[in-house]
Nanobody
Framework: QVQLVESGGGSVQAGGSLRLSCSAS?????LGWFRQAPGKEREGVAG???????RYADSVKGRFTISQDNTKNTLYLQMNSLKPEDTAMYHC??????????????????????WGQGTQVTVSS
């Protein structure tokens, strides 16, 4: 059983930065960040597998960076140049197989069976 705990959310002004962390217990092969704004569907933000392959949503490319520390079993999301439209609850998710490579749907919600409770990010203009 995989358990995930997110931290690092908060309130920031537009143009600012935040770094989210996700502590994982149990074996994981692929980890991802998803977000859900009020009244909107949850969307994949970034994913990474143990080989270091990454995938980003177009809306965050060049601004967000996903990384992991396998020794600490911790996932990170560095968010720079934040915009008000980045405001959402951010969730960490995990899977035990599937690479973020070629045509694999690395940011598909249905491909992640394990989820954290989320951490709120609020960006003001």
């Amino acid at each position: 059983q995989v358990q995930l705990v997110e931290s690092g959310g908060g309130s920031v002004q537009a143009g600012g930065s935040l770094r989210l962390s996700c502590s994982a217990s149990g074996y994981t092969y692929r980890l991802g960040w998803f977000r859900q704004a009020p009244g909107k569907e949850r969307e994949g933000v970034a994913g990474i597998d143990r080989d270091g392959n990454t995938r980003y949503a177009d809306s965050v490319k060049g601004r967000f960076t996903i990384s992991q520390d396998n020794t600490k079993n911790t996932l990170y999301l560095q968010m720079n140049s934040l915009k008000p439209e980045d405001t959402a609850m951010y969730h960490c998710a995990a899977a035990t197989s599937g690479r973020c490579y070629m045509n694999y749907p690395c940011l598909a919600e249905a491909r992640y069976p394990y989820w954290g409770q989320g951490t709120q990010v609020t960006v003001s203009s």
